[in-house]
């Protein structure tokens, strides 16, 4: 199904197989909560399919989708260079995200990676816990074999437990054995005394186990088959709502041509919507304004980082909706 990178980034939130984020808040100690939230942290990772490029996002293109109780806002908050921003609240779960990210490819020989830039936080309301994370690196490979994998290091980090993870995402080698295709390692520990308290091993796209380091027991924290297996398409439940910068209603167009295999049809659709990017682009130009988001104000690190913060403190249902 084509779909825009905006709602490729909204997917991993809103659809899962499986419960993981409701569990993130069910644990009764911080340990439970931050395993959970490791496990949750790598249900976010999906196995890229090579050859299959989702629509660049559209200035202001937003994408606002409920499942259940968790509602989820994304909104393209700039174009050049490209970044998306997250923000999505579960009232009844008492947890809420704000995510901004944005990539900066680099061509090394026979492929492209990918730096995944931004900060994503997820919060725990009831708990008073915030849990900072990073994204590992995404490998397109041309040579010898095409293919795509999340690759490189993640650092998951809880301030108000001193409880932190460090994770090694490692993707497939054409001669490398199986166990160690699209593995992940790592460990969770103790900032303070950096004592491991967990040993973290298996691979991202099956099964990931945790090992108890004090007691030597083994159990699993995360089944690729029951979280992203089986998901279910979004549907509409209310026409009339859906804002006009929604992603699908940008597309609806391109998306009609490529299905119905129309490749002119997809191709002057797609032209449409970019002539009307720049045209919007010239008409701001002129009259000397700045366009700002409607649902994020912007900022930057020192380093030059970009920060998105959410405008207002939780997202209303969506009109798109998520079958449970």
């Known amino acids: 199904m084509p779909k825009s990178q905006l709602q490729c980034f909204g997917e991993t939130v809103y659809s899962v197989g499986s419960d993981m984020l409701g569990q993130c808040t069910r644990g009764e100690t911080s340990l439970d909560r931050f395993i959970s939230v490791v496990a949750w942290s790598i249900s976010t990772l999906r196995p890229p399919m090579f050859g299959v490029a989702p629509y660049n996002p559209v200035l202001g293109e937003t994408h606002h989708v409920s499942r259940g109780t968790l509602n989820v806002l994304l909104e393209q908050v700039s174009h050049h260079p490209p970044v998306s921003a997250l923000h999505a609240t579960d009232e009844e779960q008492n947890l809420e995200m704000a995510w901004c990210q944005y990539p900066v490819p680099k061509f090394i020989g026979t492929s492209v990676e ?15 816990e915030s849990y900072v994370m990073n994204s590992p690196k995404l490998v397109i490979r041309f040579l010898p074999t095409p293919g795509a994998d999340w690759v490189g290091d993640v650092r998951i980090r809880c301030e108000e437990t001193n409880l932190e993870a460090e994770l090694c995402y490692k993707g497939g080698s054409l001669f490398g054995r199986r166990g ?35 007691e030597g027991k083994i159990k699993e924290i995360y089944n690729a088959k029951e979280a992203i297996c089986g998901l279910k398409t979004p549907i509409i439940k209310d026409y009339k709502a859906v804002w006009q910068s929604e992603s699908a209603a940008i597309w609806s167009e391109v998306s009609e041509g490529i299905l119905s295999r129309d490749w002119e049809k997809a191709r002057v659709a797609k032209k449409a919507v970019e002539e009307k990017e720049r045209d919007l682009l010239r008409e701001r130009e002129s009259r000397g304004e700045t366009w700002l988001p409607k649902h ?29």
């Open 180 to 214: 160690s295709y699209r593995s992940v390692k790592g460990r969770i520990f103790d900032s303070l005394s950096l004592k491991t308290i967990y040993e973290i091993d298996g691979n991202w796209d099956r099964t990931v186990q945790v090992k108890d380091i004090k």
């Open 296 to 324: 994020f104000t912007l900022s930057h690190t020192q380093e030059g980082g970009w920060l998105c913060s959410p405008i207002h403190k939780r997202v209303p249902p969506a009109p798109v909706g998520v079958p449970l």
């Open 114 to 128: 990918t730096e995944v830039r931004g900060i994503r936080e997820l919060k725990l309301l009831k708990e008073g």
